[in-house]
């Protein structure tokens, strides 16, 4: 079972980016998919979560989308207006369904880093 993260980078305040988690070794269409971030010196948290139906945290809500493509195992996290406080280390991670702690989740991506400068 594998998820690999892809598309993070650095982007200035005001800007956008696109995340992608690809998928293998389970059954994709089955699972929750949850985007969660770690800022530094901070605990990792949820930002969004799609199954049937998607959910975002209240510091995200208006700002990202979350998507899923399973005939192609890969969902995407499109994050706009971005600020500075959205820098960390975002994660995608699979679960039976959407919910914020990270002990629901069965698998994890390694992570990609996320910037924002001001």
């Known amino acids: 079972e594998q998820l690999v993260e892809s598309g993070g980078g650095l982007v200035q305040a005001g800007g956008s980016l696109t995340l992608s988690c690809a998928a293998s070794?389970?059954?994709?269409?089955?699972?929750?998919i949850g985007w969660f971030r770690q800022a530094p010196g901070k605990e990792r948290e949820v930002v969004a979560c799609i199954s049937t139906k998607t959910y975002f945290g209240d510091s995200v809500k208006g700002r990202f989308s979350i998507s899923r493509d399973n005939a192609k195992s890969s969902a995407y996290l499109q994050m706009n207006n971005l600020k500075p406080e959205d820098t960390g280390v975002y994660y995608c991670?699979?679960?039976?369904?959407?919910?914020?702690?990270?002990?629901?989740?069965?698998?994890w991506g390694q992570g990609t880093q996320v910037t924002v400068s001001s």
């Open positions: 991670a699979a679960a039976s369904a959407c919910g914020s702690a990270d002990y629901l989740y069965d698998y």
């Open positions: 070794g389970f059954a994709f269409e089955d699972h929750a």
